[in-house]
């Protein structure tokens, strides 16, 4: 399984952006998909999560009400919409995936990663 994450930038703070996941695996419904994100000189921490249908999501607190991950199962392709964009949302954007029913916001979880895209918040 191939993941191949797109749409990082640089932007102001309050700024929105959309990410992209592009990803080979087949059949796309039945893999579970999920964003983390690693800022300098920190851990990659998880960023939010969704099911293989689409109809659950997880997201951690400090992103909830800002950020939005979807999916659309016909293009294979994960989403992740980030608003009111900070400073501190400055990291690289990796998308995971499991063909597993979870959405958990685990590292060791997932079983495929993407190279990740930076995003880069200016205040």
């Known amino acids: 399984v191939q993941l191949q994450a797109s749409g990082g930038g640089s932007v102001q703070a309050g700024d929105s952006l959309r990410l992209s996941c592009a990803a080979s695996a087949r059949p796309f419904d039945t893999y579970a998909m999920a964003w983390f994100r690693q800022a300098p000189g920190k851990e990659r921490k998880f960023v939010a999560a969704i099911s293989g249908p689409g109809r659950s999501t997880n997201y951690d607190v400090s992103v909830r009400g800002r950020f939005t991950i979807s999916r659309d199962n016909a293009k294979n392709t994960l989403y992740l919409d980030l608003n009111t964009l900070a400073s501190w949302d400055t990291a690289v954007y990796y998308c995971?995936?499991?063909?597993?029913?979870?959405?958990?916001?685990?590292?060791?979880?997932?079983?495929?990663w993407g190279r990740g895209t930076q995003v880069t918040v200016s205040s």
């Open positions: 995971a995936a499991v063909q597993q029913p979870l959405l958990s916001p685990l590292e060791s979880d997932y079983e495929y």
